[in-house]
């Protein structure tokens, strides 16, 4: 053998072995870096669609015990709330309110909160009944944490969260959608620090400027104290001198999501919904982050034409060239034109620790081509896992069956991949709880479902929240959730707005949905 033959052996063998050298260091690299990502929850994922072949599933679904609502069929779970009483200057008597969507004070973590001994909850509320054309306004509630928690009648209202439209609004800070407010709608309520009298408050300010009629996300800073000054047992009242860094958060960019004058108006059949409330604080190790229900904007997954041309919202490629066809043939109908406008979203948008928007980011899930309407948005972590859940009206569903449209729906999704990552729809159809709408059944009625964390990564099992005759708490259902798989437990219901499983039960049956 030549000395340069030997010597191209030798170069061969050592390239060989760098090669291998550096492929095993470029998987780990990888591996390490996937790692990395996922446990700092940095991991960016897609934005997941709830498609219209998962819609138009539901029927199926409705005879799956796995997906009901359990009935209320005991009177005794029927009753408004003896509290939900307020003095009406106008007339100078005391006057019942309506409640109606309602949500617990919680820690950052979403767990209920234990304030200085009490359960908080706020709830929208309407003198003299939902529709009587009063504004809504947030009422705080109390309840003590040594009180039945199925009793009504431990459930006392503090007062109006706010006593003007402006109140704690800085004198220098000229806020137009505050100035223009003509009601308070859904949002959550946080208490940051556990032996703080100060809560923070996430909420949609609705208002009309110029004849245009929307809502924005906004925040402020309450002061709670004791209603003697002294002792905490005494009951609670609210300092309405110390409220403070009220200010509008989010009005939309008009990029990723839709402001209220990029909508459409009427069609037809219908109106462009443009939505931008039901804010939902959460906490992520050091980075604070608002969800919330929005439309996305036209620069990302818009209304319109785009509805028929993408096939990630609708499914597999045969069923999305039959559906987006028989569409695109039949212009001139309700459903077409649901279609068109249905752009909802789960949005979302980081936080500086001043509570001004850090980022912009994509939308966890749309429901692009399906829904327009995707409310009372509630996120939080179990067990490693994030989920996102949604309430939505049938009737807000792009379809025109109405086995569909009839109902009230709670759709869920779950990353495993941090709170960032890409978001699956639960039960791999996105249906969590589906039940009677308003006018099938008003005594099994229920909407504005809140899935309520129990702290606890070894229990599987949830309380679901909410409201009940348009006016007061609804028992609270029991719900299973395991891993990407939920199911609901329909023999048995907890009392009116109980907020954690307290062991005390009411028998209950399947509504029936078909």
Same mark, same amino acid.
């Given at each position: 053998?030549?000395?340069?033959?030997?010597?191209?052996?030798?170069?061969?063998?050592?390239?060989?072995?760098?090669?291998?050298?550096?492929?095993?260091?470029?998987?780990?690299?990888?591996?390490?870096?996937?790692?990395?990502?996922?446990?700092?929850?940095?991991?960016?994922?897609?934005?997941?669609?709830?498609?219209?072949?998962?819609?138009?599933?539901?029927?199926?679904?409705?005879?799956?015990?796995?997906?009901?609502?359990?009935?209320?069929?005991?009177?005794?779970?029927?009753?408004?709330?003896?509290?939900?009483?307020?003095?009406?200057?106008?007339?100078?008597?005391?006057?019942?309110?309506?409640?109606?969507?309602?949500?617990?004070?919680?820690?950052?973590?979403?767990?209920?909160?234990?304030?200085?001994?009490?359960?908080?909850?706020?709830?929208?509320?309407?003198?003299?009944?939902?529709?009587?054309?009063?504004?809504?306004?947030?009422?705080?509630?109390?309840?003590?944490?040594?009180?039945?928690?199925?009793?009504?009648?431990?459930?006392?209202?503090?007062?109006?969260?706010?006593?003007?439209?402006?109140?704690?609004?800085?004198?220098?800070?000229?806020?137009?959608?505050?100035?223009?407010?003509?009601?308070?709608?859904?949002?959550?309520?946080?208490?940051?620090?556990?032996?703080?009298?100060?809560?923070?408050?996430?909420?949609?300010?609705?208002?009309?400027?110029?004849?245009?009629?929307?809502?924005?996300?906004?925040?402020?800073?309450?002061?709670?104290?004791?209603?003697?000054?002294?002792?905490?047992?005494?009951?609670?009242?609210?300092?309405?001198?110390?409220?403070?860094?009220?200010?509008?958060?989010?009005?939309?960019?008009?990029?990723?999501?839709?402001?209220?004058?990029?909508?459409?108006?009427?069609?037809?059949?219908?109106?462009?919904?443009?939505?931008?409330?039901?804010?939902?604080?959460?906490?992520?190790?050091?980075?604070?982050?608002?969800?919330?229900?929005?439309?996305?904007?036209?620069?990302?997954?818009?209304?319109?034409?785009?509805?028929?041309?993408?096939?990630?919202?609708?499914?597999?490629?045969?069923?999305?060239?039959?559906?987006?066809?028989?569409?695109?043939?039949?212009?001139?109908?309700?459903?077409?034109?649901?279609?068109?406008?249905?752009?909802?979203?789960?949005?979302?948008?980081?936080?500086?620790?001043?509570?001004?928007?850090?980022?912009?980011?994509?939308?966890?899930?749309?429901?692009?081509?399906?829904?327009?309407?995707?409310?009372?948005?509630?996120?939080?972590?179990?067990?490693?896992?994030?989920?996102?859940?949604?309430?939505?009206?049938?009737?807000?569903?792009?379809?025109?069956?109405?086995?569909?449209?009839?109902?009230?729906?709670?759709?869920?999704?779950?990353?495993?991949?941090?709170?960032?990552?890409?978001?699956?729809?639960?039960?791999?159809?996105?249906?969590?709880?589906?039940?009677?709408?308003?006018?099938?059944?008003?005594?099994? $009625?229920?909407? =504005? /479902? #809140?899935?309520?964390? @129990? &702290? %606890?990564?070894? *229990?599987?099992?949830?309380?679901?929240?909410?409201?009940?005759?348009?006016?007061? $708490?609804?028992? =609270? /259902? #029991?719900?299973?959730? @395991? &891993? %990407?798989?939920? *199911?609901?437990?329909?023999?048995?219901?907890?009392?009116?707005?109980?907020?954690?499983?307290?062991?005390? /039960?009411?028998?209950?049956?399947?509504?029936?949905?078909?």
């Amino acid at each position: 053998m030549t000395k340069r033959k030997k010597v191209l052996i030798l170069l061969s063998f050592c390239l060989l072995i760098i090669g291998i050298g550096l492929g095993t260091f470029s998987h780990f690299q990888t591996k390490n870096e996937s790692t990395k990502a996922t446990n700092l929850s940095d991991k960016i994922g897609q934005v997941a669609h709830y498609t219209r072949a998962e819609m138009n599933n539901i029927p199926e679904l409705l005879s799956n015990k796995q997906y009901l609502a359990p009935t209320i069929d005991h009177e005794s779970l029927q009753q408004e709330i003896p509290g939900a009483k307020v003095y009406d200057e106008t007339t100078g008597k005391t006057v019942r309110m309506d409640v109606w969507d309602f949500w617990p004070v919680t820690n950052p973590d979403g767990t209920v909160a234990n304030f200085h001994g009490y359960r908080l909850v706020v709830g929208l509320t309407a003198k003299n009944g939902r529709y009587s054309g009063a504004p809504t306004k947030m009422g705080l509630f109390l309840q003590k944490n040594n009180a039945k928690q199925d009793d009504l009648s431990t459930w006392h209202f503090v007062g109006y969260v706010f006593n003007s439209k402006t109140e704690g609004v800085a004198d220098k800070d000229y806020d137009k959608y505050l100035q223009n407010s003509v009601g308070e709608w859904s949002g959550s309520t946080v208490l940051m620090k556990t032996k703080d009298n100060t809560l923070r408050f996430f909420y949609a300010n609705a208002y009309k400027e110029s004849g245009l009629s929307a809502q924005v996300l906004t925040t402020a800073q309450i002061t709670v104290n004791p209603k003697d000054s002294k002792n905490w047992s005494s009951g609670l009242t609210i300092d309405h001198t110390k409220t403070t860094d009220r200010k509008t958060v989010f009005s939309g960019d008009g990029k990723i999501y839709q402001t209220a004058d990029q909508g459409e108006g009427k069609g037809n059949y219908f109106s462009d919904d443009i939505t931008l409330r039901d804010p939902h604080f959460v906490q992520d190790g050091d980075k604070y982050y608002l969800a919330f229900e929005g439309n996305t904007g036209p620069e990302y997954n818009y209304q319109g034409a785009n509805n028929f041309t993408n096939q990630a919202y609708y499914g597999k490629s045969a069923f999305f060239k039959s559906d987006s066809a028989r569409l695109l043939s039949n212009k001139n109908t309700a459903e077409y034109e649901k279609t068109y406008f249905a752009n909802g979203a789960i949005g979302k948008v980081e936080l500086n620790k001043d509570f001004s928007v850090k980022k912009v980011m994509k939308p966890m899930v749309t429901g692009n081509a399906t829904n327009d309407e995707l409310e009372r948005i509630n996120l939080f972590k179990h067990n490693g896992r994030w989920y996102v859940f949604t309430s939505t009206w049938g009737f807000h569903m792009a379809t025109d069956n109405e086995t569909i449209t009839k109902n009230s729906y709670l759709l869920g999704f779950s990353s495993d991949e941090g709170i960032n990552g890409t978001y699956k729809p639960l039960n791999s159809n996105g249906l969590v709880i589906a039940g009677q709408g308003e006018g099938t059944n008003p005594t099994s $009625f229920t909407y =504005s /479902y #809140l899935v309520i964390p @129990n &702290g %606890n990564d070894k *229990s599987n099992r949830f309380v679901v929240t909410s409201f009940e005759k348009n006016s007061t $708490f609804a028992p =609270s /259902y #029991l719900l299973n959730i @395991n &891993g %990407n798989k939920t *199911s609901m437990i329909t023999n048995k219901i907890l009392g009116q707005g109980v907020l954690t499983d307290n062991g005390k /039960y009411f028998s209950a049956s399947l509504q029936k949905l078909k």
